[in-house]
């Protein structure tokens, strides 16, 4: 059925619409210039009528009242029928899609009731599957959400809230579930630990998203969250025991955490916990595939033997005239381990430092498992490609024979351990048993431990689902570049992965609030580190850090010898072993009460002192001015934009192993730290 303007009518109503003409479930309107169908659920079911003098107008309103379709310059006579034929057509069409959505409403809404009536935490995955399947039933009303809202606002509105904010559901639904569970397990949470769990730890270990980052600040619990989750996990049911994986970096620390796990949950249960380093785990899922322990190399576990090797490679490499001469080419324009210009190569096969060079080029080779043409296309942009390059034809062939050698032993070295165990898990050769993946020290991750981690979490396990990850870390605590660890892989978290939950422990139990007014706002000078708030249980009026001259360290320890408590320790912490202090010695026999002790400003990270004198924060020394790198440092992670990023970290490191005060030590010219310390107005005492 249509009605249309006469002709006449229709020149007079330029811009306007002059024809309608009703179709099944649409509405199809016609002017000058052209048409426009309008389906039944854009429009309201609403018309009004307007005659004039001659001609009549019909106005149709859209979903928000408005009118958006004129139809003028027709006979009034006939209006009267069109508007009844298109409302009765409207009412039809309605019926049978309140008919439709009647019948499809108690699956939608099941479908929602058995997702949110889960008692656990929801993950982002779950809520879009869930989502998906919700929106492929809706699909089949034919209706829009508006419409569906309009004709069943109330007993549809569970379904449409998820259709239309499923992110908002879900974090509101997680949020309520939290909130039981810190009711529900409230006591646990004040007893599992010798200190209760404050909110952001309870809060942090409830979370179970594909992939959870927790941000743990220097002294903030995080070993306590490990420990605490791991426990909570059992005990609520949400996982056995043989369930659990928790990676460490280094074997102390996966010892005392195995140690601490086993005391809470007894030996039975505790011992069936995973935890352990990445090299161990990658030793024992190459074990199981292969029906035995696999063969560590000489070259590796041997340091004799090792020598023996570079040695004989050396003499053998040499007496070729080809390679020889390379050497000499490079020699004349770059140094290689101190050696540089007219070198006498056949005096030099038994040279430590030169062995200890190649080893550490060979090493990283082998962590890359890239062919030569990928490690040139690495270096390629890089300022010294030139020098580079001639590196890599030196190292090449001590490589591939290294490679060589390892085949002929049937041995493998660490880094294989780590590619290999990766290479099994994603060939299916290994049953993967865990459903909770957990990481200590995540800021230290580097590539090829995280290829292991995706390995065993983006794989399905024996039950037929994916561990989740559940990292714990510290990106303004990296400080193991050199060691391949990438920074970026923490502060790019989310961008990496693409479920993922961030929590901040934002309460730090170690230092006071005046050290860290200090490290923290130090810290966060590089815009590149992630923002967070980092609060020190401990509060004080009295300034906690001061920048002193060498000279004055023996005062400063004097002073302390007479003050200190019984039982509490001084760090003396370095950027390196030379910045040992010459008369150190001297002062353990002249201040014995003070537990002296020295460290580098590495070795102390995860320690803890209640006083600590950063010694050599001078000019050049500390942050320590940039060297050219070696092929196996070119072939490290990216370094960052922002001026000595990681040496700012370690700095903050060392300012976050005291718990009382701290001493900035320079002598000569202050470093470039210490001249920030003062010139920007930090809440330090200067001398």
Known sequence: MQ??????????????????????????????????????????????????????????????????????????????????????????????????????????????????????????????????????????????????????????????????????????????????????????????????????????????EDHTLVLAGAGSGKTSVLVARVRYLIESGHAQADEILLLAFGRQAAQEMSARIIEKLGFDIGQKVKVATFHQLGLDIIRHVEYQQPRLSCLVTDVKSRKEWFSHVLDSEWKNATASNRWKKHLKKWSIAYLRGDVDLKEESHNEKLQEWLYKQICQLNALQLDKKEIIERIETHIDAARLKSELNIVWPFFKAYERTLKHEDAIDYELMISKAKQYINDKKYDLPWSFVMVDEYQDISPQRLDLIEAICHNENTHNTKATLFAVGDDWQAIYRFAGADVSLTTGFEKRFQSTQIAHLSTTYRFN?????????FIQENPMQLKKELISFTKQKRKAVKVIEHCSIEKELLSLSKNARKGENVVILGRNHNHKPDNFDEWLKYYPGLNLEYKTCHASKGTEADYVFIVEMTDGQFPMKSRAESLDGALLPHEEDFSYAEERRLFYVALTRAKRKVWVVYHGKPSPFVQELVDKDYPVIIE
């Open 513 to 521: 609030d005046q050290i860290g007014a200090v490290a923290n706002r």
């Open 3 to 208: 009605i249309k303007a006469t002709t006449f009518a229709q020149w007079l109503v330029q811009g306007d619409y002059y024809q309608l003409e009703l179709e099944p479930e649409q509405l199809l309107f016609t002017s000058h210039k052209f048409q426009v169908s309008v389906p039944f659920d854009k429009w309201s079911g609403k018309v009004t009528f307007q005659r004039g003098l001659v001609w009549s107008s019909l106005c149709f309103y859209n979903r928000n009242d408005q009118v958006a379709w004129r139809v003028s310059g027709l006979p009034w006579q006939e209006c009267d029928a069109i508007i009844n034929n298109v409302l009765n057509a409207y009412a039809d069409w309605k019926e049978s899609k309140i008919v439709m959505l009647n019948q499809l409403k108690p699956q939608m809404l099941e479908l929602v009731d058995d997702f949110v009536s889960q008692r656990r935490f929801l993950k982002q995955t779950e809520a879009l599957m869930m989502v998906e399947k919700l929106y492929d039933l809706f699909e089949q009303t034919g209706l829009s959400i508006p419409l569906a809202e309009q004709l069943q606002p109330d007993s549809i509105a569970p379904v449409l809230n998820w259709l239309t904010e499923p992110e908002e559901q879900l974090k509101k639904l997680n949020e309520v579930w939290l909130e039981e569970q810190k009711v529900e397990w409230k006591t646990f949470f004040s007893e599992c630990e010798p200190q209760p769990l404050n909110e952001s730890q309870q809060s942090a270990l409830l979370l179970n």
